[in-house]
């Protein structure tokens, strides 16, 4: 609703975007944009971003925006310890609002994004709300645009609802969230002692707790994907290396787009045996072949698709860096987990 629309002579309930963020100068003031074009009345904003001490300017752009857009309360905290679930919580404990909206550096969220979480947690149909990311390339180049073909692909993400889209439903997680104070007073905040995979965490307590975690595709934000195939490799390994040890709490969770674990570990005993066995040999290039194969005809349709023919190649890297960092770190986790013993 716009600052004239006759909704805003009411009270609306305040509602706190919290995000976390860390060396995010790039990206930082779209988010912030994005944020003061909400439907929403300014007045029932507040923005806490948690910093984890970015060294490159992000403080700065976040200064000279708040100078510039003095009716959107913005504010800073500090994030020592870094971690995203960390910079939540800090960013949380200085919300003062009845609903919490949880956003990332990275995201640009639709102009009705907030009053469409609102609306659907008033609504009663779910506990955690959130909808769904259309990825963009998060810079210039083939990588950048293969990646963020290869992030909302079924071969990449499997069935992740928030990536692929489909009817408004219940769902196991969301991307980022909505819901009200009370949530984390029940259930309590978001856990520390994981680095990565926060968000499912959380929604598993949601669930587990009787809620109900709702995935609206309505509720629309543009999430700008990893520049370079680097990047990606680290992002996945790190959610290999910590969903290890989340499923440890909550095996039930698991689901079968997790099974890049399981596909790596394959490679390695086939490619061990093979130095002995001819059969093991065969069965690792045969497994080889038809992922090769299986990765680039989904890279051939989607640059046929996009008429971007840098994609025929670079959608199976981008796909391979995710299936093999997310899978080796997955081992990784569990191995040391078990060495840890």
Not at 203 to 221: C, D, H
């Amino acid at each position: 609703m716009s600052e004239n629309n006759p909704r805003d002579s009411d009270n609306p309930p305040l509602v706190s975007i919290v995000v976390p963020c860390y060396n995010e100068q790039a990206t930082i003031r779209l988010l912030l944009e994005a944020i003061y074009t909400q439907t929403t009345p300014r007045r029932a904003l507040e923005v806490v971003i948690a910093d984890g001490m970015s060294t490159d300017g992000t403080r700065e752009e976040i200064l000279a925006f708040m100078v510039s857009h003095p009716d959107l309360e913005v504010r800073v905290v500090d994030n020592m310890t870094g971690t995203i679930p960390a910079g939540l919580n800090r960013a949380i404990e200085a919300a003062e609002g009845t609903y919490i909206v949880r956003l990332d550096a990275h995201s640009k969220p639709y102009t009705d994004y907030v009053e469409c979480c609102v609306s659907d947690l008033e609504a009663g149909l779910g506990d955690n709300v959130g909808g769904v990311w259309e990825i963009q390339p998060g810079g210039d180049g083939w990588q950048a645009r293969s990646i963020a073909v290869a992030a909302a692909h079924p071969l990449g993400v499997g069935d992740a609802r928030y990536r692929i889209g489909g009817e408004a439903q219940a769902v196991d997680t969301v991307p980022f969230g909505a819901y009200a104070q009370t949530l984390v007073e029940r259930i309590g905040a978001y856990d520390e002692s994981l680095h990565s995979n926060e968000d499912y965490e959380f929604n598993a307590r949601v669930r587990e707790s009787g809620g109900v975690v709702w995935m609206n595709p309505a509720i629309r934000t543009v999430y700008f994907a990893r520049r370079t195939l680097g990047g990606l490799a680290r992002q996945y390994w790190r959610y290999g290396y910590w969903k290890l040890r989340m499923l440890r709490r909550y095996p039930d969770t698991f689901r079968w787009r997790q099974l890049a674990g399981v596909f790596v570990l394959s490679f390695l005993v086939l490619g061990v045996l093979g130095i002995w066995s001819p059969l093991a040999r065969g069965l690792v290039v045969l497994e080889l072949v038809v992922y090769v194969l299986v990765l680039l005809a989904a890279g051939i349709q989607r640059a046929t698709q996009e008429k971007d023919v840098a994609l025929s190649c670079g959608v199976p890297l981008a796909i391979a860096t995710m299936h093999f960092s997310w899978g080796t770190a997955f081992l990784w986790s569990l191995v040391s987990s078990i060495i840890g013993k």
